[in-house]
Protein backbone atom coordinates (compact mmCIF):
# COMPACT_ATOMS: atom_id res chain seq x y z
CA UNK A 1 0.00 0.00 0.00
CA UNK A 2 2.80 2.34 0.85
CA UNK A 3 4.24 2.07 -3.00
CA UNK A 4 0.85 2.73 -4.41
CA UNK A 5 0.62 5.84 -2.58
CA UNK A 6 3.88 7.10 -3.04
CA UNK A 7 4.41 6.10 -6.55
CA UNK A 8 0.91 5.98 -8.36
CA UNK A 9 -1.78 8.27 -5.60
CA UNK A 10 1.29 10.82 -5.15
CA UNK A 11 2.04 11.22 -8.55
CA UNK A 12 -0.15 14.40 -9.87
CA UNK A 13 0.92 13.32 -13.24
CA UNK A 14 -0.86 10.09 -13.61
CA UNK A 15 -4.14 12.53 -13.36
CA UNK A 16 -3.24 13.62 -17.48
CA UNK A 17 -1.02 10.48 -18.43
CA UNK A 18 -2.76 7.57 -20.60
CA UNK A 19 -4.80 4.41 -18.81
CA UNK A 20 -2.57 2.44 -20.13
CA UNK A 21 0.79 4.35 -18.32
CA UNK A 22 -1.49 3.97 -15.11
CA UNK A 23 -2.62 0.22 -15.75
CA UNK A 24 1.45 -0.85 -16.47
CA UNK A 25 2.60 1.36 -13.73
CA UNK A 26 -0.12 0.05 -10.96
CA UNK A 27 -0.33 -3.60 -12.48
CA UNK A 28 2.55 -4.65 -10.20
CA UNK A 29 1.15 -3.40 -7.08
CA UNK A 30 -2.41 -4.24 -7.71
CA UNK A 31 -0.94 -8.45 -8.29
CA UNK A 32 1.25 -8.04 -5.08
CA UNK A 33 -1.51 -6.12 -2.84
CA UNK A 34 -4.12 -8.82 -4.31
CA UNK A 35 -1.47 -11.90 -3.57
CA UNK A 36 -0.76 -10.52 0.46
CA UNK A 37 -4.74 -9.83 0.64
CA UNK A 38 -5.05 -13.53 -0.04
CA UNK A 39 -2.63 -14.57 2.22
CA UNK A 40 -3.94 -12.89 5.18
CA UNK A 41 -7.46 -13.77 4.45
CA UNK A 42 -6.05 -17.49 4.41
CA UNK A 43 -4.40 -17.07 7.77
CA UNK A 44 -7.45 -15.54 9.23
CA UNK A 45 -9.91 -18.40 8.27
CA UNK A 46 -7.18 -20.75 9.74
CA UNK A 47 -7.09 -18.87 12.74
CA UNK A 48 -10.89 -18.02 13.18
CA UNK A 49 -12.83 -20.65 10.60
CA UNK A 50 -16.25 -19.54 12.57
CA UNK A 51 -15.89 -16.01 11.07
CA UNK A 52 -15.11 -17.84 7.77
CA UNK A 53 -18.48 -15.43 6.10
CA UNK A 54 -17.76 -12.12 7.91
CA UNK A 55 -13.30 -12.85 5.90
CA UNK A 56 -14.75 -13.92 2.52
CA UNK A 57 -17.40 -10.92 2.78
CA UNK A 58 -14.20 -8.43 3.27
CA UNK A 59 -12.18 -10.07 1.39
CA UNK A 60 -14.53 -10.17 -1.74
CA UNK A 61 -14.96 -6.61 -1.22
CA UNK A 62 -11.58 -5.61 -1.78
CA UNK A 63 -11.15 -7.87 -4.73
CA UNK A 64 -14.16 -6.26 -6.05
CA UNK A 65 -12.80 -2.58 -5.60
CA UNK A 66 -9.41 -4.19 -7.81
CA UNK A 67 -10.91 -5.80 -10.35
CA UNK A 68 -13.21 -2.24 -10.22
CA UNK A 69 -10.00 -0.50 -10.51
CA UNK A 70 -8.20 -2.26 -13.59
CA UNK A 71 -11.67 -2.45 -15.50
CA UNK A 72 -12.04 1.56 -14.85
CA UNK A 73 -8.53 1.84 -16.12
CA UNK A 74 -9.46 -0.60 -18.88
CA UNK A 75 -12.45 1.54 -19.84
CA UNK A 76 -10.43 4.98 -19.77
CA UNK A 77 -7.73 3.96 -22.02
CA UNK A 78 -10.59 2.60 -24.60
CA UNK A 79 -12.80 5.81 -23.79
CA UNK A 80 -9.69 7.91 -24.32
CA UNK A 81 -11.03 9.66 -21.01
CA UNK A 82 -9.39 10.82 -17.82
CA UNK A 83 -8.72 8.41 -15.08
CA UNK A 84 -10.04 10.47 -12.22
CA UNK A 85 -12.55 7.36 -11.57
CA UNK A 86 -9.86 4.77 -11.69
CA UNK A 87 -7.49 6.46 -9.08
CA UNK A 88 -10.49 7.13 -6.92
CA UNK A 89 -10.60 3.41 -7.56
CA UNK A 90 -7.61 3.44 -6.17
CA UNK A 91 -7.89 4.92 -2.89
CA UNK A 92 -11.36 2.92 -2.45
CA UNK A 93 -8.84 -0.29 -2.29
CA UNK A 94 -7.23 1.49 0.21
CA UNK A 95 -9.90 2.22 2.74
CA UNK A 96 -11.01 -1.19 2.24
CA UNK A 97 -7.91 -2.58 3.00
CA UNK A 98 -7.34 -0.86 6.42
CA UNK A 99 -10.72 -2.69 6.71
CA UNK A 100 -8.93 -5.52 5.99
CA UNK A 101 -5.89 -4.97 8.43
CA UNK A 102 -8.78 -4.06 11.03
CA UNK A 103 -10.44 -7.77 11.03
CA UNK A 104 -7.51 -9.30 10.27
CA UNK A 105 -5.86 -7.32 13.96
CA UNK A 106 -9.28 -8.63 15.69
CA UNK A 107 -8.83 -12.10 14.35
CA UNK A 108 -5.23 -12.04 15.57
CA UNK A 109 -5.90 -10.95 19.43
CA UNK A 110 -9.00 -13.46 19.60
CA UNK A 111 -8.29 -16.69 17.34
CA UNK A 112 -10.74 -19.56 17.69
CA UNK A 113 -10.37 -21.15 21.57
CA UNK A 114 -9.84 -24.69 19.71
CA UNK A 115 -6.53 -23.10 17.53
CA UNK A 116 -5.47 -20.66 20.59
CA UNK A 117 -5.43 -23.86 23.06
CA UNK A 118 -3.56 -26.08 20.17
CA UNK A 119 -0.97 -23.11 19.98
CA UNK A 120 -1.08 -23.06 23.88
CA UNK A 121 -0.57 -26.82 23.95
CA UNK A 122 2.40 -26.63 21.29
CA UNK A 123 4.12 -23.75 23.49
CA UNK A 124 4.02 -25.69 26.61
CA UNK A 125 5.37 -28.67 24.58
CA UNK A 126 8.09 -26.81 23.80
CA UNK A 127 8.64 -25.15 26.92
CA UNK A 128 8.63 -28.10 29.43
CA UNK A 129 10.55 -31.02 29.09
CA UNK A 130 7.96 -33.55 31.00
CA UNK A 131 5.55 -32.76 28.53
CA UNK A 132 8.05 -33.27 25.98
CA UNK A 133 8.08 -37.05 26.83
CA UNK A 134 3.94 -37.24 25.23
CA UNK A 135 4.03 -38.93 21.91
CA UNK A 136 3.17 -36.47 19.32
CA UNK A 137 2.62 -38.22 16.04
CA UNK A 138 4.88 -36.51 13.89
CA UNK A 139 2.12 -35.14 11.17
CA UNK A 140 0.56 -33.10 14.30
CA UNK A 141 3.47 -31.85 15.38
CA UNK A 142 4.33 -30.41 11.89
CA UNK A 143 0.37 -29.10 11.60
CA UNK A 144 1.11 -27.58 14.91
CA UNK A 145 4.49 -25.86 13.30
CA UNK A 146 2.87 -24.72 10.62
CA UNK A 147 0.19 -23.42 12.81
CA UNK A 148 2.31 -21.49 14.79
CA UNK A 149 4.82 -20.31 12.05
CA UNK A 150 1.64 -19.00 10.35
CA UNK A 151 0.26 -16.87 13.03
CA UNK A 152 3.52 -15.10 13.27
CA UNK A 153 3.80 -14.68 9.54
CA UNK A 154 0.19 -13.45 9.77
CA UNK A 155 1.36 -10.79 12.91
CA UNK A 156 4.15 -9.32 10.71
CA UNK A 157 1.68 -9.12 7.84
CA UNK A 158 -0.71 -7.00 9.56
CA UNK A 159 1.57 -4.53 11.09
CA UNK A 160 3.24 -4.10 7.56
CA UNK A 161 -0.24 -3.24 6.24
CA UNK A 162 -1.12 -1.63 8.87
CA UNK A 163 2.28 1.01 8.47
CA UNK A 164 1.75 1.31 4.93
CA UNK A 165 -2.16 2.26 5.61
CA UNK A 166 -0.70 5.41 7.61
CA UNK A 167 2.27 5.48 4.93
CA UNK A 168 -0.93 5.75 1.99
CA UNK A 169 -3.22 8.12 4.37
CA UNK A 170 -0.42 10.74 4.50
CA UNK A 171 0.52 10.66 0.53
CA UNK A 172 -3.32 10.55 -0.59
CA UNK A 173 -3.32 14.15 2.10
CA UNK A 174 -0.41 15.17 0.07
CA UNK A 175 -2.15 14.56 -3.35
CA UNK A 176 -5.00 16.47 -2.40
CA UNK A 177 -3.22 19.41 -1.57
CA UNK A 178 -0.98 18.80 -4.81
CA UNK A 179 -4.35 18.52 -6.61
CA UNK A 180 -6.27 21.91 -5.22
CA UNK A 181 -2.83 23.93 -6.35
CA UNK A 182 -3.08 22.10 -9.46
CA UNK A 183 -6.88 23.48 -9.63
CA UNK A 184 -6.62 27.05 -8.17
CA UNK A 185 -3.91 27.83 -11.21
Known sequence: MESISKNILANVVYEEAPASKLLADSEGYISELRKIGEEVRNIML???????????????????????Y??????????????????EYL?????????????????????????????????????KDYISRIHIPEAVDMRL????????????????????ARELLKYMERLEEEISRFQQR
Do not use: H, W
Request: charged residues 30%; proline residues 4%.
Open 91 to 127: RKIIVQCQSLIDLAKDVARNPSKSISEVLRLKEISNA
Open 70 to 87: VESLKMSERTQTPQKASL
Open 145 to 164: EYFRRSLENFKALVLSLEES
Open 46 to 68: VLKPERAPSIEKAFNGFVRLIDG
